[in-house]
């Protein structure tokens, strides 16, 4: 076996092994899939919607009542625990 792993440091510092010239660092790929945590908490077609509406951080979420987000084509019920969770982590929370 001389598929040897080889620590890597990618531009944003951080450490991670790859055996193959790949470039693609797993924490940036993570990064950059949902930009932030709650994006990809969701089902994508309730993600797509925010997404849509230009909400992709939980602090532009809480510029909006539940009830807002519910009117967004795309947003069911279940979402919503999901997205007052997020905003609970960050210490926020639905408008009014
Ligand atoms: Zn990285």
Redesign the pocket.
Known sequence: MTAEKSLRI?E?G?KYYKSSDCKS?P??NKENKPKNGFLSKLSSPARNALIHEGIDTVQKLAMYTEKEILKIHGIGPASLPIMRNSLEEAGLSFKG
């Open positions: 990618c944003k951080h660092c924490t940036c």
